[in-house]
């Protein structure tokens, strides 16, 4: 009985997601394309890797991966100790965190990308496009995540195939995982040349964000009636996330010399949507909008005060 209902699940789950593909063809072969692209530099950069013998490259991105892991969980426990934050409190914490993500974009991952690019191309308008290209890449990769993988908004609620048949606070949780695979991505892919100068601003801004961010995680899924201790390790659970989009990253970027500049840009393509489509409107939601931009503008100057310290 139990097998017979687990099939039919499944078949109504396949149906639905028939269903949206249909509906939805352009974010499908979008999201096709930028899989096809990421798939076959991964494969071309993994063969690269086991002729050269491995290399320092993928053992920094993998420890930024874990690291983010490590500083999602650090956030997500301290709300262990603190009863409750104010809605106002927390969405000035997300703003600083957007902040951060959005300066990172710029300085740590679209300007290294276009130099990259400058010096394989000889115009640099070429250089530019190239970065375009790859930010356009990231972005259809995320709108197919987001079309068709179930999760929930908080503004907007359930969303993607089958979202009827899993549980709220699963759904909650398939939707910041999806929000740090491109932080992930972007750790990953800015150790691509191995490069300190790219690569540690631009992951301890990720660690640094991800605490706050962990912790207001942590604490809306208490407030979906979760223990507290549950609640602090399924937020936790979310940072794995951006270990294994580190390890896409890395993988992007060190396949042929334009995937650095290529993947360079899909990682500030996906993260400045990720920014624009969930961080700024959660921030928004509850009507805290001129304290949440003062949080933003702060975590933006934040990051240029890291990048110069450590870049």
Known sequence: MEQAQAKALNQSFLIALKHELRRHRFAAAGMAVSVSVIMLL???STLVELQNGGGERFQNALLGGFGGFVSTAVGAFA???MRNIKARTQDVMLGFAAGMMLAASAFSLVLPGVEAA???LTLPILAVATVIVGMGLGVLLMLGLDRF???EHAKTGPCGPGVERIGRVWLFFLAI??????EGMAIGVSFAENDMSVGMPLTAAILFQNVPEGLAVALALRAALLSPLMAAVVASGTG???LLGAFIGIGIGTGMPLAYPVGLGLAAGAMIFVVSHEVI???HRNGHQTPATLGLMGGFSALLVLDTLLG
Request: net charge negative; no cysteine; charged share 15%.
């Open 42 to 44: 991964l494969l071309q």
């Open 79 to 81: 709300a262990l100790l």
């Open 118 to 120: 400058e010096r394989l």
């Open 149 to 151: 993988t179930p999760h």
């Open 177 to 182: 995982a999806l929000h740090n695979l491109p």
């Open 240 to 242: 794995l996330m951006e």
């Open 281 to 283: 409107p959660e921030t």
